[in-house]
């Protein structure tokens, strides 16, 4: 049976990635689910998910139907793997302070690590560097989270430092790898 990736995106310039990301895996045979924040959307849109997974992007935890409640049954039955792709400085601390207040807040507690769990930052250097951020990081990576480190060069802010999101190949090479 191919192996399902929930790919959760938040608010970030990098979500156009996610999309690449998607379509290696899609077209690869993998089954992919996108679920968003709010906010995610405002960088791109759901149909490019949509056309690529041929799945509805899932935003919002009370869409469900009654035999389907997307953060319990996307969390304990569907997903293979979790994966934060990109993960904002706001989705790593909501997290790290164990929030169900949306979707993939309520997945990750659900999951509860019976899946694994990969987040890949993405955001400003200083935003990155931030005792906050990384202190999420680190209580993150305790439990057991992987985290898909970002690596250093021009961001979309003009400045030139560490917070650019992994490459959509390494880390499609590392899904074909370790799931
Ligand atoms: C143009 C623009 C680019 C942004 N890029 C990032 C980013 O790469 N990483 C990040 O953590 N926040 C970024 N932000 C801020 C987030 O979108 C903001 O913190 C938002 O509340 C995140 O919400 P979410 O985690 O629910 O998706 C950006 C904001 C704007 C306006």
């Not at 192996?3 to 999309?19: D, E, M, P, Y």
């Not at 904002?88 to 509860?112: E, H, T």
């Amino acid at each position: 049976m191919s192996k399902r990736i929930l790919l959760h995106l938040t608010g970030s310039v990098a979500c156009f990635k996610a999309a690449a990301l998607a379509s290696m895996l899609v077209k690869e045979g993998y089954e992919v689910q996108a679920t968003a924040t709010e906010r995610a959307l405002r960088f791109i849109g759901p149909a490019t998910f949509e056309g690529i997974t041929g799945r509805p992007v899932l935003t919002d935890m009370f869409a469900g139907q009654p035999d389907f409640i997307p953060h319990i049954t996307l969390a304990q039955e569907w997903a293979d793997l979790l994966l934060v792709y990109p993960a904002s400085a706001n989705c790593i601390a909501r997290l790290a302070a164990g929030l169900a207040d949306d979707l993939f807040g309520a997945i990750f507690l659900a999951n509860n690590f019976q899946r694994p769990v990969w987040l890949a930052p993405a955001m400003n250097t200083q935003m990155y560097l931030h005792p906050a951020t990384q202190r999420n990081l680190k209580v993150l990576e305790e439990w057991g989270v992987v985290i898909l480190a970002p690596v250093e060069g021009r961001l979309a802010c003009g400045t030139v430092g560490t917070g650019k999101l992994a490459d959509p190949e390494l880390v499609f090479q590392k899904i074909k790898e370790d799931l």
